[in-house]
T-cell receptor
Framework: DAGVTQSPTHLIKTRGQHVTLRCSPI?????VSWYQQVLGQGPQFIFQ???????GRGNFPDRFSARQFPNYSSELNVNALLLGDSALYLC??????????????FGDGTRLSIL | DQQVKQNSPSLSVQEGRISILNCDYT??????FLWYKKYPAEGPTFLIS?????DKNEDGRFTVFLNKSAKHLSLHIVPSQPGDSAVYFC????????????FGQGTRLTINP
């Protein structure tokens, strides 16, 4: 079975541009979360979507937005890119918020570099 | 405010011995804890988890211990193998709401032959 897939794997942008990152969850998973991992730090929560609705938002500016499609895939959009947005962006999927916690499974990430 | 802390950035252990990775948390609302392992150029891989109603969970060579009064958890790997060399992240969440994961900074474990 395919795991969480993310595209592209690497991306180089300049300040002020915008970027769209894509994620396909594990088949059957309805929840997708996005995390940002800066070098030397642990991943930081950006968004969670479940059944196409936003369920949670981390402490990130409005330049960051996301959406989930009917097939449960997701996009993360970042506008007006800053140098500080350079990071590894991770997507994770899970079955969804159930009474018993379902571990999130991560993709290999998109490495975004801002010049 | 770092709600989950891994105070050891790195740890070196001899092959065959026990590896002990530590993690502290501050938020009393956390009720579920996880360990992830990360190799370079790959995403984090789920290893083992524990609910706050337990104090120990075991899966093969991996055991996680939770001390709620001290707000401390640890991951024991025994025996350690060269393939265990990776960065290990501790994460915590609440079963209420978005169930977002709050990660520590990670500990780089190196297993020496």
């Amino acid at each position: 079975d395919a795991g969480v897939t993310q595209s592209p794997t690497h991306l180089i942008k300049t300040r002020g541009q915008h970027v769209t990152l894509r994620c396909s969850p594990i088949s059957g998973h309805k929840s997708v979360s996005w995390y940002q991992q800066v070098l030397g730090q642990g991943p930081q929560f950006i968004f969670q979507y479940y059944e196409k609705e936003e369920r949670g938002r981390g402490n990130f500016p409005d330049r960051f937005s996301a959406r989930q499609f009917p097939n449960y895939s997701s996009e993360l959009n970042v506008n007006a890119l800053l140098l500080g947005d350079s990071a590894l962006y991770l997507c994770a999927s899970s079955l969804g918020p159930l009474s018993v916690y379902q571990p999130q499974h991560f993709g290999d990430g998109t490495r975004l570099s801002i010049l | 405010d770092q709600q989950v802390k891994q105070n050891s950035p790195s740890l070196s252990v001899q092959e065959g011995r026990i590896s002990i990775l530590n993690c502290d948390y501050t938020n009393s609302m956390f009720d579920y804890f996880l360990w992830y392992k990360k190799y370079p150029a790959e995403g984090p891989t789920f290893l083992i988890s524990i609910s706050s109603i337990k104090d120990k969970n075991e899966d093969g060579r991996f055991t996680v211990f939770l001390n709620k009064s001290a707000k401390h958890l640890s991951l024991h790997i025994v025996p350690s193998q060269p393939g265990d060399s990776a960065v290990y992240f501790c994460a915590a969440t609440s079963l209420q709401g978005a169930q977002k994961l709050v990660f520590g900074q990670g500990t780089r474990l190196t297993i020496n032959p």
